[in-house]
């Protein structure tokens, strides 16, 4: 799996390569990663890489020519792979969700598009963009942290990358719904008012059946309070057991 990453600010991306599971990924080979300095494909003495807009207004528009040019360098370089999309972060796209991880996981990569200041040409997205990907409804300086997001739900899903290779399998959204709450020691934890605060009993009883029913049933719980639009889902595409809907019954 290749990502070849076309940006402004290509040092955004090397603490992500070095720390823990992305480490991993990359450092294993499951992942190649790629960064292209969009200045490097600026032909003028400044390596300019922005203009004012066409029709006035605020903010600068990323040109067209330098961002051909490093498509055009990206392709190259990559000829004898399996084609890829081309993913443009943007306000516009598509929201990003753990289906989408999924569905990039088991592709052969993408070509990302990090984009700044008021937007790319819009020619070049005409062009050349298969896929709008946005992080949520709120704007962000660039493409890159959606990128960097884009890249840490991937990797994890990466056969060899989490210790426990059944890790992601538990985790929010896989099943539908949200995940339950964990714990770990100590078994009493007291605050500074000496006030206990216990781990759940049931946790403790090594009643393996006992403990999935309350996890699933926090489970249930959480995306109740926080997602109902995650049960309506669930429920339509029958991931509900009657003793689920028995339990969201006793919520009301």
């Given amino acids: 799996m ?10 955004l991306f090397t603490p992500f390569l070095q720390q823990g ?9 499951r992942i190649q990663l790629h960064l292209w300095p969009l200045r490097e494909h600026a032909e003028d ?15 600068m528009v990323m040109l067209a020519e330098p961002l051909e040019r490093a498509l055009r360098a990206v392709r190259a370089a990559s000829q004898n792979e399996p084609t890829r999309p081309v993913v443009h972060f943007s306000p516009t796209g598509r929201r990003m969700d ?10 052969p990569g993408a070509i990302l598009l990090c984009g700044r200041y008021e937007g790319i040409d819009q020619r ?14 709120f704007v962000l300086s660039g493409g890159e942290l959606p990128a960097l997001a884009l890249l840490d739900g991937v990797a994890r899903l990466q056969e060899g990358v989490l210790s426990d290779a059944r890790s992601h399998l538990e985790d929010s959204f896989e099943n539908g719904l949200l995940d339950c709450p964990h714990y770990s020691r100590p ?8 006030q206990p605060w216990p781990v759940p ?12 029913r309350w996890r699933r049933e926090r489970s249930l719980a959480l995306t109740q309070a926080r997602r109902p ?8 595409a029958g991931l509900l057991s009657k003793a689920d809907e028995q339990f969201l019954k006793s919520l009301a």
Wanted: net charge negative.
């Fill in 2 to 11: 290749r990502f070849d990453i076309l940006t402004l600010f290509p040092d």
């Fill in 21 to 29: 599971i992305n480490r991993r990924a990359y450092d294993s080979g």
């Fill in 45 to 59: 003495n400044y390596r300019r890489v922005d203009d004012r807009p066409y029709g006035g207004g605020p903010g």
């Fill in 98 to 107: 753990q289906a989408l991880m999924r569905e990039m996981a088991a592709g």
């Fill in 124 to 137: 070049v997205l005409d062009r050349h963009v298969d896929l709008e990907l946005s992080l949520g409804d």
């Fill in 187 to 194: 078994e009493v934890l007291v605050d500074e008012q000496g």
């Fill in 201 to 212: 009993a049931v946790l403790l009883s090594g009643h393996h059946a006992a403990i999935a």
């Fill in 229 to 236: 639009d995650l049960i309506v889902a669930a429920r339509a």
